[in-house]
């Protein structure tokens, strides 16, 4: 039909990964085993690309908690917080939140990306400023989109890029307010807080951090990057998902700014859909419990995300500048990774595909990420598979002979 | 300080050279991501080297409306002329 025609291009590239009969764009497992273990296809595959980082989505603590909720509380809310009511557990699972990051506030989203969408469009109103990271994810910058401010981006994980930023809004008027996240989703970078905090309180400016991929990651006690770089008390705004460390769906926001709980009725992401089902906040609510009693489960994913990059590096791949539990592996081009992830496949081992416009520098990417719950011959194994199928595609000697590989670095880096 | 619409126009079709790594023929009218082939993020990118150059932020909403490569010059041009 003509209104579809302007996905034409869209179209012939999803078609062309379709019709090789294994579209990563389109995967369907038929039973989920374990944290680490799904079905596709009636055979089992090693689960090395679903952002569960603890493990959590098959504790037994977090299903019993889950179940019980559901059988006490029912299936779903049927509606929003603002108009049809909060329930017990929507409360105590902000005020769990609050508690864990020792703020005084906390609202909490039916998704991560409605809490970038809510905070970012209703925080900035029309004389503010929201100066983001290039490189952040696409629920920041919709979430810039649906609000009034003016939006810049600033070069990523560059201070002084956002120095210059900040000097060129100098003298106008609104606030000033930074976005960045913990750890970057697609080549598992981390941003460089401290010096951003140096930025943000020269000029008065206030700062958002998206801790989605770093919570039950980065610090002491899993708060996240503002945790591991001890600038918590300079980060005005944290913003966090349920959906990766926490194994549920969801989001929250913690402040400790006075007058924050006006949001509840301003935030049109919050207010206008329906509030999360009491089993998730249950499961949610359990896995946070589970988050701070066990860092035993933080130092496991951090032991796999080294031993996992570590061993990509060590057989030639390119991957992105730091060990994190998201490891990209470079590739040359598009048509290269679709061709190399199916040979991942029939291998038994299940990454994602990331391509441009949802990569930095145009950049290919096999992006897996490593769980706690991954055993030492798991990690083993997918090094080696990751290995041979290169060896195989006879990749390596095509990126060397090109000069390809070291554009890739430069740019992965 | 007054940066002419013309030098501004020769530092947008520089960069925008440099940034596509192949020899093309650029005009006023160019559509830079139909003619060019550039994704959203790619436009952005090459968006932040002019913006170096010209000591300016453009807003994103600003980029999202430029179609040609005049529409950018004209953008820029207007952003310098109220920096």
Redesign the interface.
């Known amino acids: 039909m003509p209104i579809f025609d302007k996905f034409d291009t869209l179209r012939q590239t999803y078609d062309r990964f379709e019709s090789t009969g294994a579209n990563p764009f389109n995967i369907a497992f038929e039973k989920i085993l374990s944290p680490t273990e799904a079905l596709l296809h009636g055979k089992p595959v090693l689960l090395l690309g679903t952002n569960n980082y603890l493990g959590l989505t098959w504790d037994e603590a977090c299903i019993a908690r889950s179940a019980a909720a559901v059988q006490s509380f029912g299936t779903g809310t049927t509606g929003s917080r603002i108009a049809n009511g909060s329930y017990d557990g929507h409360r105590a699972l902000e005020a769990e939140l609050a508690d864990f990051y020792g703020r005084k506030h906390c609202m909490i989203f039916s998704t991560g990306y409605q809490a970038n969408l809510g905070i970012l469009s209703t925080l900035a109103g029309k004389t503010d400023h929201l100066i983001l990271d290039a490189d952040s994810h696409a629920s920041i910058y919709d979430g810039s989109r649906l609000g009034h401010a003016q939006v810049v981006r600033f070069r990523h994980n560059d201070p002084d890029d956002l120095y210059k930023r900040l000097r060129r809004l100098d003298g106008q008027p609104g606030d000033k307010i930074i976005v960045v996240e913990g750890i970057y989703s697609m080549l598992g970078d981390h941003a460089p807080l401290r010096e951003f905090v140096q930025v943000k309180n020269e000029w008065g400016a206030l700062l958002i951090v998206d801790e989605a991929h770093s919570m039950g990651v980065l610090g002491e006690t899993g708060r996240g990057l503002a945790e591991a770089e001890g600038v918590e008390g300079d980060v005005d705004f944290i913003i966090g998902t349920f959906s990766k460390s926490l194994g549920g769906v969801g989001g929250f926001c913690v402040s400790d700014m006075d007058g924050f709980d006006i949001l509840r009725v301003a935030c049109r992401p919050y207010m206008f859909t329906a509030s999360s089902p009491p089993g998730v906040i249950a499961a949610t609510s359990e896995s946070l419990k589970q988050l701070r009693k066990r860092p035993e489960l933080r130092h496991a994913l951090l032991h796999n995300a080294h031993t996992f990059y570590n061993g990509l590096r060590e057989a030639g791949f390119c991957t992105g500048p730091e060990p994190s539990p998201v490891v990209s592996a470079v590739m040359p081009d598009p048509e290269t990774a679709m061709v190399f992830w199916r040979q991942l496949l029939a291998r038994g081992i299940y990454v994602n595909v990331s391509m441009p416009p949802a990569t930095p520098n145009g950049l290919t990417v096999l992006r897996s990420s490593v769980s706690a719950a991954h055993s030492d011959l798991q990690i083993r194994h997918a090094v080696n598979s990751f290995a041979a199928v290169a060896q195989d595609m006879g990749l390596f000697a095509h990126m060397q002979t090109a000069g390809e590989n070291a554009d890739l670095i430069r740019a992965a880096e | 300080m007054d940066t002419a619409v013309s030098d501004i126009r020769d530092t947008v079709i520089t960069v925008l050279k440099t940034a596509l790594q192949k020899p093309v023929t650029l005009s006023d009218e160019t559509n830079i991501v139909r003619d060019l082939g550039l994704?959203?993020?790619?436009v952005?990118?090459f968006v932040?080297e002019i913006e170096d150059r010209l000591?300016?932020?453009?807003?994103?909403?600003r980029i999202a409306e430029v179609e040609t490569i005049g529409d950018l010059v004209a953008t820029v041009s207007q952003l310098k002329r109220g920096?």
Request: glycine share 0%.
């Open positions: 994704d959203s993020v790619a952005m990118d932040m000591d300016i932020s453009v807003p994103l909403d920096a």
